[in-house]
């Protein structure tokens, strides 16, 4: 069943939930998801938490007629039975600077975003392309 994790906000007592999936979540149960939670992206983590993969919402683009049903499959059926352009997740952890994190994400092919994780590996937040774009705007 998806699961959150505890984020710290702006504020260090404000504390915000990053929703993420586990691999046994359905892909339907991502895409639902993924549409409630205003997001592009979710982290897939393993039995201990720990970020293995990520799904988009851009892989509902190669769900044809005769694959509709991997929706029903675990998120990591459905991103093998697609053949979605699969990298690893970009992970940065806290001590990045922004430089790096920036330079990592041109470098990385099919990664559009970098999850940062704390010391087991757990994600914490996404920092997108568009999240630095506003950043240095």
Same mark, same amino acid.
């Given at each position: 069943m998806a699961q959150q994790t505890p984020t710290t906000g702006s504020s260090s007592s404000q504390k915000k939930l990053?929703?993420?999936?586990?691999?046994?979540?359905?892909?339907?149960s991502a895409m639902k998801l993924l549409r409630d939670s205003h997001t592009s992206a979710l982290p897939?983590?393993?039995?201990?938490?720990? !970020?293995?993969?990520e799904i988009a919402g851009?892989?509902?683009?190669?769900? +044809?007629q005769d694959k509709i049903g991997v929706l029903g499959k675990p998120v990591l059926?459905?991103?093998y039975g697609l053949q979605l352009p699969k990298a690893n997740p970009y992970v940065i952890?806290?001590?990045?600077t922004m430089?790096?994190?920036?330079t990592g994400l041109l470098r990385m092919k099919n990664s559009?975003?970098?999850? !940062?994780?704390?010391?087991?590996?757990?994600?914490?937040?996404?920092?997108? +392309?568009?999240?630095?774009l506003s950043y240095l705007l």
């Open positions: 990053l929703p993420t999936l586990t691999i046994r979540d359905s892909a339907l897939v983590v393993d039995i201990d938490g720990r !970020l293995i993969a851009t892989g509902m683009r190669y769900l +044809t059926a459905f991103i952890h806290e001590h990045f430089s790096q994190i920036m559009y975003r970098a999850w !940062l994780v704390d010391n087991e590996e757990r994600p914490i937040c996404a920092i997108s +392309t568009t999240d630095i």
